[in-house]
């Protein structure tokens, strides 16, 4: 009698290190584009190289708070603070994602949606706030870009949609498990 090798097919899967990876690119970026000093754009990248090998040392979030720090220390503008809200997000994701997925393991796109969904509905709840602030902010803000207002609107109202979307379907789920 032999023994049936028991397996399953997860489709299109990546490895486990890909996470870590993208949140060292991520704070890359960031770090260029947000951080004007040299020194903690160093510290940004040095804190994801960290984060890539010790994602149990919380330095994903030292880089993101880095990322956060290079905005305060630059001239206000208005697209610099909505990367910084994108990218900080980003940071926050990949480093919560980089504390549960093992580094060999293979991880399935499928498995990744979730993830990716909530992180679109957040950014289509808080950017258009980002936006809002800058129109309220005092008048030395540039306002050269008050045409994207409704597009703001429109894309708030999408994440109300979507987060409503999401919690009824969540209770859904809730109610069906209980009966």
């Known amino acids: 009698m ?8 997860a489709g299109v899967a990546v ?10 690119a991520v704070v890359w970026i960031g770090a260029i584009a947000l ?21 149990r040392s919380m330095a994903a ?3 993101a ?11 206000p503008a208005p697209e610099r603070t909505a990367l910084a809200v994108l990218l900080v997000h980003a940071v926050h994701v990949l480093g919560s994602l980089s504390l549960v997925i093992p580094l060999r393991s293979r991880l399935s796109f499928s498995a990744l949606l979730p993830s990716l969904y909530r992180f679109v509905v957040v950014q ?11 129109l309220l902010a005092p008048s030395p803000v540039d306002r050269g870009i008050a045409w994207i207002a409704p597009l703001a609107g429109a894309a708030l ?7 409503l979307r999401a919690a009824k379907n969540a209770d859904a789920a809730s109610e069906m498990r209980v009966d």
């Open 2 to 9: 032999s023994r049936a090798i028991r397996s399953f097919r």
């Open 15 to 24: 490895f486990g290190i890909v996470p870590r990876l993208l949140l060292v």
């Open 35 to 55: 951080v004007p000093f040299a020194l903690w754009q160093g510290v940004a990248v040095l804190a994801a190289l960290v984060a890539l090998v010790v994602p």
């Open 61 to 63: 979030w030292l880089a």
């Open 65 to 75: 708070a880095c990322l956060a720090f290079g905005v305060v220390l630059a001239a």
């Open 124 to 134: 289509l709840l808080t950017q258009p706030l980002v936006f809002a602030v800058w």
């Open 157 to 163: 109202l999408l994440g109300v949609i979507l987060a």
